[in-house]
């Protein structure tokens, strides 16, 4: 099978990969693809190029990668768009989505309670479930590029969902509220079982600090947080930032 027809099927498929290139040194223009379950199509490529794999494929960027020797592998990620999956049909969760569509992000919105989650209501979600918590992760089925926000300021909800989560590979776990309902929530998940250091995955209150005080400057401090954990930054100021400004190397 030729490289160009399983690239073909793997986006047909909604499938992730990684096309490794050697763009100098050894071995130049030698192409390798990494799929997710395993499989690799093409060869050449340096082993020490096709060992990040795994870091690469879940930060699904694309990158240059500086091998020893002076031989440079470019690695370009494939896959779907990466996913928010907001519980709670607030207000807050419209803007959200809203936001997330900017980014190319696919949006899905989960409430127990159906007379919110209505199309009406939160225009901009690509799937609207109607389900409790449990039901409605176990059906999104989150992964590495998901973001899971936690809007329902009710613990009946909130606790399984943020339970739920904790039980994924989410890249990020946030939930909305007070410092005070925080830390009132993380007592009662500690009491539910939930070990203490699974709960530091939980991003609470969610968002960079931005004076956010509309809903939609809410959604815009929740998305940059998403956004920020997703490049492994820390979201403050650039003139006070040691890294470059992009995440990686075009």
């Not at 030698?30 to 870091?55: S, W």
């Not at 928010?84 to 969760?93: M, Q, W």
């Not at 007379?115 to 409790?132: G, M, V």
């Not at 739920?164 to 009662?188: D, K, W």
Request: charged share 25%; aromatic share 6%; glycine share 12%.
């Amino acid at each position: 099978m030729t490289l160009v027809r399983r690239l073909h099927e793997l986006h047909a498929a909604a499938g992730r990969g990684v096309l490794f290139t050697v763009v100098e040194g050894d071995g130049t223009g030698a192409k390798a693809l990494v799929i997710e379950d395993g499989e690799t199509v093409g060869g050449g490529v340096p082993d020490e190029a096709l060992a990040q794999f795994p870091e690469l494929v879940r930060r699904g960027r694309n990158r240059l990668l500086e091998l020893e020797g002076g031989t440079r592998v470019f690695a370009e990620w494939y896959g779907p768009p990466p996913r928010l999956f907001v519980y709670g049909a607030v207000d807050t969760a419209e803007a959200l989505c809203r936001g997330a569509k900017l980014l190319g992000w696919t949006a899905i919105v989960g409430d127990a309670r159906a007379t919110f989650l209505t199309p009406e209501r939160i225009p901009s979600a690509d799937r609207l479930i109607a389900k409790w918590p449990q039901d409605a992760i176990v059906e999104v089925a989150p992964d590495h590029q998901t973001a899971i926000v936690v809007l329902t300021h009710d613990d009946k909800f909130d606790e399984p969902a943020l339970i739920g989560a904790l039980e994924t590979e989410a890249f990020y776990i946030g939930a909305l509220g007070s410092r005070r309902n925080q830390e009132r929530r993380r007592e009662r998940l500690l009491e539910a079982g939930v070990a203490g250091e699974a709960l530091d995955r939980i991003q609470g209150p969610c968002g960079l600090d931005i004076g956010a005080d509309t809903q939609e400057e809410t959604a815009l401090s929740i998305l940059a947080e998403i956004l920020a954990v997703r490049a492994g930054r820390e979201g403050g100021p650039l003139r006070a930032a040691k890294q470059r400004i992009h995440v990686e190397v075009e």
